[in-house]
């Protein structure tokens, strides 16, 4: 595929690109690593994160010496990861195992071994609906060590933002790619369907240097929002006792007001 403003001429494929502006949406980093690196020092190994996306988590915490093993549906996501891992070295690359799988049904052959396991900043909302969020949470059970570690973080939009989300479209941020030196603006519009407690999501990327034409990327995902109630029973359910429901990422208690809801819970 071809086009204007792309080295060469070249437009990389839908694919690559939309996981290239993934790691830019997180290049201000959401703070959530340290409580992934004290589950890992607490819990031991091997750890596995479900929706490991490009390895922002996983890569680290195989640097600190953990046996980690990350599971995502998205092949562009996972090569990130790879290239990520390479470039931490290559005793990180050894021990980051990257497997291409659904996490509603992946059985790994470690299943039943694993110490940690996590759902890390909102991926389970990705899942459109309450079954599919439950056969995740079943995931996880399912691969973890009796007395392994659950945790799963998912955001809690106020009613100020569910009235937000009524189709118009919003500024997010006009940013400077450090891979490509192109400037990349992001506009997105969402809309939140009450009756079904879903999100619809619409983002639309635009990148390009000054003076050349722009090349745009677009993304549309179905969101389900999940209680802290929710999140709670849909644990029990999977076979996981519950430790402590968090408002965020320093585990302070979780209450009213709450932006987040942070589960933990450990395997029977």
């Not at 680290?60 to 891992?85: K, Q």
């Not at 799963?152 to 479209?169: H, M, S």
């Not at 996981?240 to 009213?256: M, R």
């Amino acid at each position: 595929m071809t086009g204007p403003g792309y080295d060469g001429g070249v437009i990389e494929p839908t694919a690559a690109a939309l996981a290239r502006l993934y790691d830019l949406d997180l290049v201000e980093d959401p703070g959530d690593g340290d409580l992934y690196r004290a589950l890992a020092a607490r819990s031991g190994g091997p750890i596995l994160e479900l929706a490991v996306g490009t390895g922002r988590l996983a890569v680290p915490l195989a640097a600190a010496g953990h046996e980690v093993t990350g599971v995502d549906i998205d092949a562009a996501m996972l090569e990130r990861a790879r290239r990520r891992a390479a470039a931490a070295g290559r005793s990180v690359e050894r021990r980051l195992h990257l497997v291409t799988g659904d996490i509603r049904t992946v059985r790994l052959p470690g299943a039943g071994s694993f110490r940690l396991a996590f759902v890390a900043l909102n991926s389970l909302m990705l899942l459109g609906d309450r079954l599919s969020q439950l056969a995740a949470l079943a995931t996880m059970a399912a691969h973890l060590a009796p007395g392994g570690l659950a945790v799963v973080d998912v955001w809690l939009p106020d009613a100020d933002d569910l009235a937000r989300f009524d189709g118009r479209l919003s500024l997010e941020y006009p940013r400077i790619d450090p891979e490509t030196g192109r400037l990349v603006t992001k506009i997105a519009s969402a809309v939140h369907d009450a009756a079904t407690g879903t999100i619809r999501l619409a983002t639309i990327y635009e990148e390009g240097r000054p003076g050349e034409p722009a090349v745009r990327w677009f993304r549309d995902d179905r969101l389900r929002l999940v209680s802290a109630d929710e999140l709670r029973a849909g644990a029990e359910a999977a076979g996981l006792d519950v430790e402590l429901v968090a408002g965020g990422y320093d585990l302070e208690p979780f209450g009213p007001g709450a932006e987040r809801a942070i589960l933990i819970a450990v395997r029977r």
